[in-house]
């Protein structure tokens, strides 16, 4: 149980500095992973910096992910779950551009561009709040890998067993904490999980 986001950023830090991981970058996902991402970024004495994605929802269920986009357009579709839901193509091409467009638009807000940040070459540490299915990461992940990083490490406090095996393949290396067996969401291993508005989340990113 982590006391709020930034107890759990300076626990995923210490854990981190044993993993020896020398990073040029750490980017949070926001919103919530802002305030994680802000303590690890000290600790390795690196950049903060941000990279947005966008959940894709299926139809009549905003808040259950068919996929996800990042501001560049990287996707992650969970065809299983498309097929077992019927759900047809135009329907998911659509929601792809919104939520490209979205995701496009936050990080012009976060950064003032919609440029997202330079990382060829970069061993780059994504920093999330916890996996829960782990769609939004993996569209980051992707963006990341696409940018030229040279190493891609997700350093998360929680996640669900099965999206963190899942995202091995997305990343070089999966650094959390916990692993819980009977995961249900995220914010149950938080003692504070309050919403993170965009105005806090990029006040994280001046330090």
Do not use: C
Not at 10 to 16: F, G, I, S
Not at 72 to 87: F, Y
Not at 127 to 133: E, Q, R
Not at 141 to 168: F, I, K, M, T
Request: overall charge negative; glycine content about 8%; aromatic content about 4%.
């Amino acid at each position: 149980m982590f006391q709020n986001r930034t107890d759990a950023g300076r626990q995923l830090a210490d854990l981190l500095d044993d993993h020896d991981v020398d990073a040029d970058v750490v980017l949070g996902i926001p919103r919530g992973g802002l305030p994680v991402a802000r303590p690890v970024a000290d600790a390795l004495d690196a950049p903060l910096d941000v990279i947005v994605a966008s959940k894709i929802g299926a139809p009549n269920n905003p808040e259950l992910a068919i996929g996800a986009v990042a501001s560049d357009g990287s996707v992650w579709r969970n065809d299983d779950l498309i097929d077992r839901l019927g759900v047809d193509e135009e329907y998911v091409e659509r929601e792809r551009q919104s939520e490209a467009e979205a995701a496009r638009e936050k990080l012009e807000r976060y950064r003032g561009t919609d440029d997202p940040p330079d990382l060829e070459g970069k061993l780059v540490v994504v920093v999330d709040d916890g996996l829960a299915t782990g769609a939004t990461t993996t569209a980051a992940l992707r963006q990341v890998r696409e940018a030229g990083a040279s190493r891609v490490v997700l350093a998360v406090p929680v996640g669900s067993p099965d999206s963190v095996e899942r995202l091995q393949s997305e990343a070089d290396e999966v650094v959390v904490l916990e692993t819980p067996p009977h995961f249900s969401a995220v914010g149950q291993f938080y003692e504070s999980f309050a919403q993170v508005s965009d105005e806090e989340a990029m006040e994280y990113l001046d330090g």
